[in-house]
Nanobody, 129 residues
């Protein structure tokens, strides 16, 4: 059974940092796109950062404007994880964060939730002012 398992959420004060990690299978790691989405209460699910595998040596990374310069998505080939380093956190970053994968995806970009077929259970991030 294909699974995405997130970890690393928590509560921090504004200006603080958190690192989220998404564990997946080797096959999922080496195909298509892996992205982080978030959903705040009463709002839709939005893409935060995406990593697209162009070829075995090259990956493209895309970010939402609201997190550019603060968040970094990265891959660890040894662990088959895709991490999201979040710095300079703001109260408006408070949300449930989800890891998502689209193994068959053939284009870069954040995409929409409908583009992704595999989802983790989510991890809560709370930023207080």
């Amino acid at each position: 059974q294909v699974q995405l398992v997130e970890s690393g959420g928590g509560s921090v004060q504004a200006g603080g940092s958190l690192r989220l990690s998404c564990q997946m299978s080797k096959n999922t790691y080496h195909s298509g796109s892996v992205a982080w989405f978030r959903q705040a209460p009463g709002k839709g699910r939005e893409g935060v950062a995406s990593s697209f595998r162009f070829d075995p040596r090259n990956y493209y990374y895309d970010y939402a404007d609201s997190v550019k310069g603060r968040f970094t998505i990265s891959r660890d080939t040894r662990k088959y994880t895709v991490d999201l380093q979040m710095n300079s956190l703001k109260p408006e970053d408070t949300a449930m964060y989800y890891c998502a994968a689209a193994p068959a995806r053939t284009s870069r970009g954040l995409g929409t939730p409908d583009d992704f077929t595999l989802w983790g259970q989510g991890t809560q991030v709370t930023v207080s002012s």
